[in-house]
């Protein structure tokens, strides 16, 4: 498992009509915005049902936590907001 140095700031999940917007396929995926050490955004795309696990835990659980490559292929440069129409969907929950 390869991991990623990034810190976790929000979770969400883009609803199928939100991912063919953005022009991936449509089903879900769960959204992860995080933040490089030097404090560059990225967010990661993939499992919508991981994604809904990590919304649900406890500060405590999700604190250090890394982020499985496998379980997010997806890496976009900037958060949501910063994509225009099809991005502004998406609202996080940290």
């Avoid at 700031?9 to 879900?28: C, Q, W």
């Avoid at 604190?63 to 997806?74: C, D, K, N, V």
């Amino acid at each position: 498992m390869v991991a990623r140095k990034l810190t976790p700031r929000e979770y969400a999940i883009a609803s199928p009509d939100v991912a063919a917007a953005m022009g991936l396929d449509a089903e879900e995926y769960g959204v992860v915005m995080c933040e490089r050490e030097d404090g560059h955004r990225v967010t990661l795309l993939g499992d919508a049902d991981y994604t809904r696990m990590l919304i649900h835990a406890s500060p405590s659980v999700r604190a250090g936590l890394e982020i499985p490559s496998e379980r997010y292929p997806i890496e976009l440069d900037g958060w949501p907001p910063d994509w225009g129409e099809a991005g502004a969907e998406i609202g996080g929950e940290g």
